[in-house]
C-alpha cells in the first residue's frame, strides 16, 4: 500500500486554500466528554478520596481500598532506578543533567530601578509554591515526560511537585519512576484520567491541591485540564505533534524520511509536512518512505497519519519555504539544509527549531537538553516552549519616597480626574500635598 501524502505546489493559484485544508483541525470536544468530565470533578471536589478511588477501581481496574496504597514511596522510585539496566541508568541522569543545565539559563532573577528622587521599583520572581504533572502511563511509557516537566519546576524552585501517573490493571513502568527519582519529585500517585486532575486541582484527604498543573494526557485529562483552568494555571492543551522539514538538495532522503515517521508515529492525526525546493529531493524522501515504511512498528498509525495530515510540498526559493514555515507556525521544525543558521532570522513562527542535517528532532524529544513540551496546532505564533519561567511568578514593587509621592501624586490625580474616579484623584492628591 502506497504512502498517500498531499503534493502541494507554493506557487499554484489554489496553494493558500489547499494548505489551510491541511491545517485545519477539529479540536472542538464533544458535548459528552464535556459533561462527563464535569460530573467527575464536582464528584471529586464532594466525596474526595472515596470518588478518585472509585474512578479508579472503575477505569484502571484496580482493587484497593484506600488512595493510600496508590500512593508511591520515595524508596520505590530508588528500587525503580536500581533496577534498570546501568546503561538506562546512565542515560537518564545524562538526559537529566542536561534538561537541567539548559533551563538553568531561564531563571529569571527579581530586579529594581531607581529615580533620583529616591523612588524606586521593581519585580520581585518567586516560584510557585506547588506543581502537579500529569504523565500518561499503562502500556504508554514516557520518561522523557516526567524530565521534561519536573526538572524545570525544580530549577525555579517550585516547593513540592506531585506526579499522577495511571497503571491501568497495575502496570506500572520502572522507567517513570525511575525518572521521577532523578527528577526529584516529592509525591506520585497512581490515578489518572480526569479525576486525577480534579484531585490536583481541588486536593482531597489524600492527594494535596497544587497552584498550576501540566503534562500531556488523553482528550478526558485535556479537557480537565481545560475545566479547572482559573482554580489552577495549566500549561497548555496541546494538539497531536507535528513536525515539518526543510530539505533542500543536501539532506539525506532517507533520514528526512524517518524524521517524518518520528512525529506520524504519535498519533493518526499527527501532521507531518516536508517542505523543499528541490523536486528531486521530494521524490527521494517519498521513494525512501516507501522503502522504510513497511519496516516500522507502527506503520499503521505512520500510514494514517501521513494519509490525514501528510503533504510535501515544492517551493521556489528559500524565501517561499520561509513563508510557509511561518504560516504553518510548527511544534518541531528541521531546517534539513546547508547553510540552515543563516534562515534563522527569517523564522517567526516555530516551537523547536532543529538547525542542520545531524539535528534529528527526536535529539530534542529525549536528551538535547531543551524542553519538549511545545505549542502545536498554529500556537507557536504567540506561545513558547514549556520552560522555568512557566513555573515562577512575578510580583510589581512600588516603593516611591516622599519627593516621588508628590511627583507621582499630581500625575496621577490628574489621569484619576480625566477617569472621574474621585476616590482614586483624592488618595492621590494627599500624596501629592505630602
Known amino acids: 500500500m502506497p504512502l498517500n501524502w498531499q503534493q502541494l505546489r507554493a506557487d499554484a493559484g489554489d496553494f ?5 485544508r491541511l491545517l485545519h483541525l477539529d479540536l472542538a470536544i464533544g458535548a459528552e466528554i464535556e459533561a462527563q468530565v464535569r460530573q467527575i470533578i464536582a464528584d471529586v471536589r464532594q466525596r474526595g478520596d472515596a470518588a ?3 474512578y479508579t477501581q472503575r477505569f484502571d481496574r484496580l482493587a484497593v481500598d484506600s488512595l ?3 500512593q508511591v514511596t520515595r524508596e520505590q522510585q530508588q528500587a525503580a532506578l536500581l533496577s534498570l539496566p546501568e546503561a538506562g541508568r546512565a542515560a537518564l541522569h545524562e538526559a537529566a543533567a542536561r534538561i537541567r543545565r539548559y533551563h538553568e539559563q531561564q531563571l529569571q532573577p527579581s530586579w529594581r530601578i531607581a529615580d533620583a528622587d529616591g523612588s524606586w521599583f521593581g519585580q520581585q520572581v518567586r516560584a510557585l509554591d506547588s506543581v502537579g504533572i500529569y504523565v500518561p502511563g499503562g502500556k504508554a511509557c514516557y520518561p522523557s515526560s516526567v524530565l521534561m516537566n519536573a ?3 525544580r530549577v525555579a524552585g517550585v516547593g513540592r511537585i506531585v506526579m499522577c501517573v495511571p497503571t491501568p490493571a497495575g502496570e506500572v513502568s520502572p522507567w517513570v519512576l525511575a525518572a521521577a527519582a532523578v527528577a526529584d519529585v516529592d509525591q506520585i500517585f ?5 479525576q486525577a486532575v480534579a484531585a490536583l486541582a481541588y486536593g482531597s484527604e489524600t492527594v494535596p491541591a497544587v497552584d498550576k498543573i501540566v503534562g500531556p494526557g488523553n482528550i478526558y ?10 482554580q489552577v494555571g495549566i500549561d497548555m492543551i496541546a494538539g497531536p505533534s507535528e513536525i515539518l522539514v526543510y530539505a533542500d538538495h543536501s539532506a539525506d ?3 528526512v524520511a524517518m524524521d517524518l515517521f518520528s512525529q506520524a508515529e504519535h498519533d493518526e492525526q499527527a501532521q507531518v509536512i516536508l517542505v523543499s525546493d528541490d523536486a528531486a529531493m521530494l521524490a527521494a524522501v517519498a521513494a525512501a518512505a516507501e522503502r522504510l515504511w513497511p519496516q516500522m512498528d507502527r506503520r499503521d498509525i505512520i500510514a494514517a497519519a501521513i494519509q490525514t495530515r501528510g503533504a510535501m510540498i515544492q517551493v521556489s526559493s528559500r524565501e517561499q519555504a520561509l513563508a510557509v514555515i511561518n504560516r504553518v507556525a510548527p511544534e518541531h521544525l528541521e531546517l534539513a539544509c546547508d547553510g540552515a543558521e543563516a534562515l534563522l532570522p527569517g ?3 516555530a516551537g523547536a527549531i532543529f538547525i542542520g542535517h545531524v539535528a534529528a528532532e527526536a535529539l530534542g524529544d529525549y536528551c538535547a537538553g531543551p524542553n519538549h513540551v511545545l505549542p502545536t496546532h498554529g500556537t507557536a505564533r504567540f506561545s513558547s516552549p514549556l520552560g522555568v519561567y512557566d513555573f515562577q511568578k512575578r510580583s510589581s514593587l512600588i516603593a516611591p519616597s516622599v519627593e516621588g509621592g508628590r511627583r507621582l501624586g499630581a500625575c496621577a490625580e490628574l489621569l484619576a480626574r480625566a477617569e472621574g474616579l474621585d476616590a482614586h484623584a483624592r488618595s492621590a492628591a494627599y500624596r501629592a500635598q505630602g
Do not use: M, N, S, Y
Open 16 to 20: 493558500a486554500e489547499r494548505l489551510d
Open 52 to 54: 478518585v478511588l472509585e
Open 68 to 70: 493510600a496504597e496508590l
Open 151 to 153: 526538572i524545570p519546576a
Open 190 to 194: 497512581r490515578i489518572g484520567g480526569a
Open 221 to 230: 485529562v485535556a479537557t480537565a485540564k481545560r475545566q479547572v483552568f482559573g
Open 253 to 255: 532522503p532517507e533520514w
Open 347 to 349: 523564522i517567526r513562527h
